[in-house]
């Protein structure tokens, strides 16, 4: 059974920094392309980042870049996402996602959520101004 969990949310300040992280168990993490979206209240969800299942190929939304990073260690199962300069705009709830994806023409970061079969309860991510 694949489960996906999310932590490292909270309230912070403006300009402040959070790293998010998804532990992932009951697969084989190395053969999944991960991926990070947000929710905001009256929002659809979007996509904010994703990493290939080699990690060698990343891609992030244009409202993040510059300020997120995704990153994956397949020692400890788990993707991150670190966030930098977070704005108050970056409030929502963060949620993980995997796809298994394997082989040399599949190397490349899902920005789809449609794409994506595993997916995490979610962090709260609160950014006050």
């Known amino acids: 059974q694949v489960q996906l969990v999310e932590s490292g949310g909270g309230s912070v300040q403006a300009g402040a920094s959070l790293t998010l992280s998804c532990a992932a168990s009951?697969?084989?993490?190395?053969?999944?392309?991960m991926g990070w979206f947000r929710q905001a209240p009256g929002n659809e969800r979007e996509f904010v980042a994703a990493?290939?299942?080699?990690?060698?190929?990343?891609a992030t939304a244009d409202s993040v870049k510059g300020r997120f990073t995704i990153s994956s260690d397949d020692a400890k199962n788990t993707v991150y996402l670190q966030m930098n300069s977070l704005k108050s705009e970056d409030t929502g709830a963060y949620y993980c996602?995997?796809?298994?994806?394997?082989?040399?023409?599949?190397?490349?970061?899902?920005?789809?959520?449609?794409?994506?079969?595993?997916w995490g309860q979610g962090t709260q991510v609160a950014i006050s101004s």
């Open positions: 009951g697969l084989t993490f190395s053969n999944y392309a």
């Open positions: 996602a995997a796809v298994l994806m394997i082989g040399l023409f599949s190397d490349y970061p899902k920005i789809r959520g449609s794409d994506y079969s595993y």
């Open positions: 990493i290939s299942w080699s990690g060698g190929r990343t």
